[in-house]
């Protein structure tokens, strides 16, 4: 016990001193007309690259292919797309909001939130189109690999927002990329059910 005791100290001391910096959040958007494009849109596909300024030197990188969306973070493009967020693709067809919340301690961000919206395919409108659902998804920011943290639905939660924040500060900093899985946050939703599909 002599051993582990300090070590369980320091660690509780560093929770400690985290948490007592001021959680706040902040905005930005990924519009494209807020965004610089990358190349030009794919004319076999349409598919479009784009990237987005975001809070304290980062990058958010927007990419669509075939009516499906990667959002990924990091100080540049190359860095944006080398991290686990950028290679996560939900199976039914999607898209991310233009509005991203940052969790951040301070000044330093450690988490964004977007609203994801997923195509269900048994559930039509009248010109046979796919419905979609609505589903926040808590990303992980550096130091460390970037990567999904939670997933929130939006519509089975009324309080989704609060959920995801909350996931935000309790997750994401000692969230482990590749090993820990993603969390579903509140009651789990059609939109969830979708996004976790194989």
């Known amino acids: 016990m002599t051993r582990i005791g300090p070590i369980v100290l320091m660690t509780c001391i560093g929770l400690g001193s ?107 409108d009248k010109q046979g189109r796919p419905n979609t659902k609505a589903m926040l998804v808590v990303t992980r920011l550096p130091p460390g690999p970037v990567c999904h943290v939670a997933y929130v639905d939006a519509i089975a939660n009324p309080n989704a927002n609060e959920l995801a924040r909350k996931a935000a500060d309790d997750f994401a900093r000692g969230f482990t990329c590749g090993k820990d899985e993603v969390k579903i946050i509140g009651t789990s939703g059609r939109a969830v059910e979708l996004a976790i599909m194989r």
């Open 18 to 124: 985290a948490n007592a910096q001021s959680m706040g959040s902040s905005y930005t958007s990924t519009a494209p007309k807020d965004c610089r494009q990358i190349g030009k849109p794919s004319e076999l596909d349409g598919s479009t690259t784009r990237i987005c300024p975001g809070k304290n030197g980062l990058m958010v990188l927007i990419a669509e292919d075939d009516l499906r969306e990667i959002v990924s973070a990091g100080r540049n493009r190359k860095e944006a797309a080398e991290e686990p967020a950028a290679k996560v693709w939900f199976a039914p067809f999607n898209s991310s909001e233009t509005t991203v919340e940052w969790r951040a301690a301070g000044t330093k961000p450690f988490a964004m939130i977007q609203r994801w919206h997923i195509a269900d395919g048994t559930d039509r």
